[in-house]
């Protein structure tokens, strides 16, 4: 009768441990599920997307990250930087926090530099730097040098 009784628990059994594995396994799914969704690309991207345009004079800068974060290829420095925000529309004000700061801006991320940025909707304090200035890109093309065409003397 024993193994009879073996033969019949062990199915029952089975199915305990194959619903302990999956709960544990959900359990995992849901905290990678989270952790991705606060990574710092995300949290990035979210504010680029939705957050204020504005422009940004930095008047302080860390020498030194206090963190690098992300994965590649998006990894940023966190710094802190002490900016001059302006908003179309909104007084300037002067804050002090750590933004994201994308490690291909990092060297133009300077005192006196001026920046693009983007500002959260919800909390003022929370911004990302995203580029230089809006200036920048535009005074650089007028100090381009034309390429050659037949219009201005060249041979193209």
Do not use: C, H, W
Request: glycine share 8%; aromatic share 6%.
């Amino acid at each position: 009768m024993s193994p009879l009784r073996l033969a019949v628990v062990a199915p029952a059994a089975y199915a305990v441990d194959r619903v302990a594995v999956f709960l544990v396994i959900m359990v995992f799914v849901v905290i990678l599920i989270a952790a991705s969704s606060a990574s710092p690309a995300r949290t990035y991207d979210r504010l680029v997307a939705s957050g204020f345009r504005g422009r940004g004079i930095l008047l302080q800068v860390s020498s030194q990250p206090t963190n690098t974060v992300g994965t590649r290829p998006r990894r940023f420095q966190l710094r802190q930087v002490r900016i001059d925000i302006e908003l179309p529309g909104k007084p300037p004000y002067v804050i002090d926090a750590t933004p994201y700061i994308p490690t291909n801006l990092v060297r133009d991320v300077l005192p006196g530099a001026t920046v693009e940025i983007r500002v959260s909707r919800t909390d003022r304090n929370k911004i990302a730097i995203i580029g230089p200035g809006v200036g920048f890109a535009g005074a650089a093309q007028l100090m381009a040098v034309p390429a050659a065409s037949k219009e201005n003397g060249g041979s193209r």
